[in-house]
DNA sequence: TCCGCAATACTCGTCTGCGAGTACTCGTAG
DNA sequence: CTACGAGTACTCGCAGACGAGTATTGCGGA
């Protein structure tokens, strides 16, 4: 599988807008900021004009005209190509259908949790689970908010962010539980090791997956 | 708050080794894949020299011998540092106790999914679903697998991802059961824009978040 | 005994992402 | 009427990241 030409999400989310009509760079910036699609995908405006030439370089956008406005420096326009549009949804098309190859940060801690005691995980995992609860919150509040004024279908990424969001708080809840009630195994093992440093050797080492 | 020295999730999989024992950075990619933690976050092996030598750069490890083994060229063996040590257990503790700010992908491909229409929409959920079964099912197999071998804790991020994995098919399902029923409101409207590419002027379009 | 392939242990050059800066303009409060 | 802060519309330099390459050794098979 050839990886795209221009990789950056950026890209994805500047062919999402110029998709609908020609805009100069700066305008898409504007949009894109105005519709929250920086919520969505992580997005850094510095590489915006990068990223719009190397669009228009493997020819998804082309420039139509370069507007003189009042003595600001040029604008230049640009408009999709065909081609363009066919990378667009192509690449919509494989976000949807294939599963993130990268798992998320939380999933590298959990899996070196061990480093910190017993008591600072469990600190830790209360925050986490804060902040879990305030994202929820403000998700409900949005789509309480949106859901009168746009269609189901553009509410979509929401519901599911609010969905993994609860679900996750559900897993450190649970998690939390086992180890604040001492259910979870091997927790005084753990709490000797981090305070000693000592590792309990009565454990195979060489473990392959 | 400022960002770490060292960026690269690669850097924190190395003091994880190096952490352990001293060890030279070919023999760290090695524990490293024997143990997986290739699945656990994206792991780039052209990377590990520069990512060793930005560590050592900023005082989180240090050189302790080169050794000459055979006709092979020099290994440099490495050591962490106190301010190492410390460096890892904050990273961890950042990892645990704070939401990733970058939201996945999907997330992305949801947001945008208005331009398949709703007959691709659903083919492309339907191979999603399906992938999220494999994966879920893996998961299943390799926690059988290990429980005898292995401590609960250092299983702890499988059963993360597992529950993740089942609640994001979950979600699928449920969104995929609205699209095929026909529940989803305004199905027809989508169905009509993505013919006829003609915009349902009846949405207030400026909308803000 | 000779070949070829896998593993070992790196190195290098390219490319690009992006933070930080710049320069100009407009509205407005004093 | 002027100074200042908030936009507007970009530009640039450079640190990294990473793919691809390289050179050597060991080993199994024919």
């Given amino acids: 599988m050839k990886r795209r030409k221009v990789a950056n999400v950026l ?3 500047v062919l999402s807008v110029v998709q609908e009509r020609p ?38 956008v082309e420039a139509v005209e370069s507007v003189k406005d ?32 990268e798992p998320p940060r939380f999933k590298a801690g959990l899996s070196m949790i061990g ?8 600190s830790r995992l209360r925050e986490r689970l804060a902040q879990l609860g305030e994202r929820a919150e403000a998700h409900r509040a949005a789509l309480e908010q ?22 996750e708080a559900r897993w450190v809840r649970g998690f939390l539980e086992e180890l604040t009630t001492g ?15 000592e590792f309990p050797d009565d454990l195979g080492e060489f473990v392959e997956r």
């Fill in 11 to 13: 890209g994805l989310a």
């Fill in 23 to 60: 805009m100069h760079p700066y305008e898409m910036a504007t949009v894109l900021k105005q519709r929250g699609k920086d919520a969505d995908m992580p997005i850094k405006w510095g590489s915006l004009y990068t990223v719009v030439a190397n669009l228009e370089k493997h020819g998804f």
């Fill in 70 to 101: 009042g003595g600001r420096p040029e604008r230049t326009v640009y408009r999709i190509t065909p081609a363009g549009r066919a990378e667009f949804e192509d690449w919509v098309r494989e976000l949807v259908g294939t599963l993130d190859r």
């Fill in 115 to 122: 480093v910190l005691g017993p008591d600072q995980a469990i």
């Fill in 146 to 167: 949106l859901r009168p004024l746009l269609p189901r279908l553009f509410l979509v990424e929401v519901e599911y962010d609010l969905a993994m969001t609860e679900a």
């Fill in 183 to 197: 259910a979870l195994p091997g927790l005084d093992a753990w709490r000797r090791y981090h305070e000693t440093g």
